[in-house]
């Protein structure tokens, strides 16, 4: 199977997870998070805001506030598909843009340099156990990740999991991924 054609079966799965399960599964993932140690010694933590089905990230950026972390999200610069991370203290500094995606507005929020922020929560559709993963096809962050020493972790749903993605020269693996069920330590695997 290919990167199009098992990021097509995966989401079909993950609008078959009702409401509940969502709900649940995104709490105990939350959980997960919260107890890693990346986490709890980080500063600055990186993630996106999620749109449903994904893993609701909203609830995790509340606790990361509530924590004294800094929050940065990224805006993404379709012209050279390149990103930069701003920092986020309320959600009323988000802006809805293409694709129906949230992100800072500029001028409300302050830009942040890749060396400071301690962990990205790196988003994608689809993972395997070494940490690869199929993302929404933009390329962003594996450009953006290239140059980047920090831990990566990403948030995703069991159902998002299978044996082997397809990888190419440039894909950069995330060193753990936390699902409802596990903590996948993938620099094992």
Not at 25 to 54: D, M, V
Request: with cysteine; aromatic share 8%.
């Amino acid at each position: 199977m290919n990167k199009k054609e098992m990021r097509k079966k995966v989401n079909t799965t993950l609008t078959e997870i009702t409401i509940e399960q969502h709900r649940d599964f995104s709490e105990n993932i939350k959980k997960r998070l919260l107890r890693e140690k990346s986490i709890k010694e980080a500063k600055t933590i990186a993630l996106t805001i999620s749109k449903y089905p994904e893993v609701d990230t909203l609830s995790v950026i509340e606790e990361l506030w509530g924590l004294g972390k800094k929050v940065v999200v990224p805006k993404c610069n379709p012209s050279d598909r390149s990103m930069t991370f701003y920092a986020i203290t309320s959600f009323e500094q988000l802006e809805t843009v293409y694709m129906d995606l949230k992100e800072p507005i500029i001028e409300l929020t302050q830009m942040v340099d890749r060396l400071e922020i301690d962990v990205i929560i790196v988003p994608g559709i689809v993972y395997d156990f070494r940490g690869f993963r199929i993302g929404y096809g933009g390329g962003y962050y594996d450009r953006y990740l290239k140059n980047y020493d920090g831990t990566l972790i990403s948030l995703a749903f069991t159902v998002q999991l299978t044996h082997q993605v397809p990888k190419e020269a440039h894909d950069i693996p995330v060193d753990i991924i936390i699902t409802e069920q596990d903590r996948i330590d993938c620099l094992r695997n």
